[in-house]
């Protein structure tokens, strides 16, 4: 199986990357996505990416958090961005996106940010990493109307409407440990009805540790746990999820096909 976002190059990680890519390795787990959160973090990511090749694939993008951490000076991080992806060993553009529970810029703000790399990663053609947090209409409008995109609504806790929206212009949707906590009802019946060939799990490690490991530091080992608990709420056999979303990974991101 693919764990399709962690951020191994996060603190809490420390010097442990390499040990977790090897836990996960030791757990069945063929790939990792790892996250570039800007450009300093993209670049750790790829250095990573490039010491397990074949097994740690990188993105990097400006996240709600770190646009806002740039400040006024927005364009020159998005053309230090520019000039990092035209660099090459990354495999999407992200993560990116809306976040309306912290916003911590203005909305409209967060929206030029988010669709200025919607059109950097359709012209380098690669999938976007999309961050959406209680932002659901505006995403799906955003993504509606910017056709030439495609990639992952990564961390998908929204329910079975939401889901629709994304599905019906052609988006993939990632579930993470989120899915195995209690009070994710709306969040199950909304995995129920993602197509087997459009459906991607994740950890977003070091964070959402999946049951029976909640609490601890998520490492994409626990994938395991996730993909398990989604195929029991599919009513799926394990196997043919695993089959399935690794498939689906590797067509969207590009990765071990070479
Ligand atoms: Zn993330």
Avoid at 53 to 81: E, Q, R
Avoid at 117 to 125: F, K, S
Wanted: net charge negative; aromatic share 6%.
């Amino acid at each position: 199986m693919i764990d399709t976002h962690c951020h191994l190059t996060h603190a809490k990680f420390g010097d442990d990357a390499d040990g977790a890519v090897a836990r996960a390795r030791a757990a069945g787990v063929t790939a990792c996505v790892t996250i570039g959160t800007g450009v300093e973090d993209g670049i750790r990511a790829r250095e990573l990416a490039r010491r397990h090749a074949g097994v740690v694939f990188a993105t990097a993008g400006l996240d709600p958090f770190s646009s806002h951490a740039a400040g006024g000076a927005f364009d020159a991080a998005y053309d230090a961005l520019v000039a990092l992806l035209e660099e090459g060993g990354f495999c999407a553009v992200g993560e990116i996106g809306l976040d309306y529970h912290y916003d911590l810029d203005p909305r409209k703000v967060q929206a030029e940010w988010f669709e200025r790399q919607l059109d950097l990663a359709a012209r380098l053609d690669v999938p976007v990493v999309v961050h959406v947090r209680e932002a659901h209409d505006d995403m799906a409008a955003i993504l509606r109307s910017h056709s030439r995109n495609r990639g992952v609504i990564h961390s998908f806790t929204g329910g079975p409407a939401d889901a629709e929206r994304y599905l019906a212009i052609g988006w993939h949707l990632a579930f993470n440990g989120v899915v195995t906590f209690k009070n994710a009802d709306e969040i199950r019946a909304a995995a129920r009805l993602v197509p087997l060939d459009r459906i991607l799990v994740e950890t977003d490690s070091p964070y959402l540790a999946p049951n029976p490991k909640r609490g601890a530091r998520c490492e994409p080992a626990f994938v395991v746990h996730t993909l398990q608990a989604l195929a029991a709420v599919r009513g799926e056999d394990a196997s043919v999820l695993e089959a399935a979303t690794t498939s689906n990974a590797r067509h969207l991101f590009r990765i071990g096909t070479r």
